[in-house]
């Protein structure tokens, strides 16, 4: 049986200022312990963050594949471990049209985090153009099959499927569609890796908010939701919460 996870990406978002913002949702998260939750903040809010969230594992949103040297503005997996961080996600979508990362970026960033013991969350996702020409599955199958870290197992990695065109617009694939994705996410985690597949988690994300997560969340091979804009705040994260907690039991 997985557990469903709720993983909050805050992106550029996160002054101080809205600590007590994590400190509520980690107060949400202790009061619902069928489930897990964590939020991946930006990388000036991990310290602070861990200083408030209690028991809430606090992520970051990328990770540099090296451990040092002479990448200006990057950050590694070691210095994410000593902010206090758990986790991190890689291969967001957003960093792949904005930074040009590649799946490749992405297996070699997942085997960095995993090298110094932090959790994974890998995204992938098509386009609406790559759907609109009926490539979805292929290109899903295709990015897992290029990213997958090696020795990939559900102790630490977590997969996301994110439609690109789904991320921040409020539009959301069909249930149907949903499921179809994550059963084929499945079957390609279980020809990678075997057995040890059934027990990865699988996200959906993109438009996740308190109104459609339980429905979401009750999806076949749905285990839990990567959440952008609606786990800024407690008020819309906590409903999200409390829906996989609804499902889960
Ligand atoms: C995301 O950033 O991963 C995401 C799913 O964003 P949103 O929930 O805002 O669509």
């Known amino acids: ?59 970051a ?75 979805a599955e292929r290109i899903v199958q295709s990015q897992i099959e290029k990213s997958l870290p090696d020795g990939a197992s559900p102790e630490w990695l977590t997969l996301a499927y994110e439609p690109r065109w789904a991320i921040g617009t409020g539009r959301t694939p069909t249930l149907d569609e949903i499921a179809s994705i994550h059963a084929i996410a499945r079957a390609k985690l279980r020809m990678m890796v075997g057995d040890a597949a059934l027990g990865i988690r699988i996200l959906y994300g993109g438009s996740v908010i308190g109104t459609n997560a339980a429905a979401i969340l009750a999806v076949d091979n749905v285990d839990g939701a990567l959440v952008g804009g609606a786990s800024l705040t407690a008020e819309k994260f906590v409903p999200i919460i409390e829906a996989a907690t609804s499902v889960s039991r």
């Open 61 to 135: 949103q990328d990770v540099h594949e090296a451990d040092q040297g002479a990448h200006t503005g990057c950050i590694s997996a070691p210095m994410l471990v000593e902010a206090g961080a758990t986790l991190t996600i890689v291969g967001h979508s957003e960093r792949r049209a904005d930074q040009h990362e590649t799946s490749h970026d992405a297996w070699a960033k997942a085997a960095a985090a995993r090298r110094h013991g932090l959790q994974v969350i890998l995204c992938c996702g098509e386009t609406e153009a790559e759907r609109d020409a009926g490539r």
């Open 1 to 59: 049986m997985r557990r469903k996870l709720v993983a909050g990406n805050w992106k550029m978002h996160g002054l101080r200022a809205q600590l007590g913002e994590v400190e509520a949702i980690a107060a949400a998260a202790a009061a619902n312990p069928g489930v897990d939750a964590t939020l991946c903040v930006p990388f000036t809010l991990i310290s602070a963050a861990v200083g408030v969230a209690g028991a809430l594992p606090i992520g």
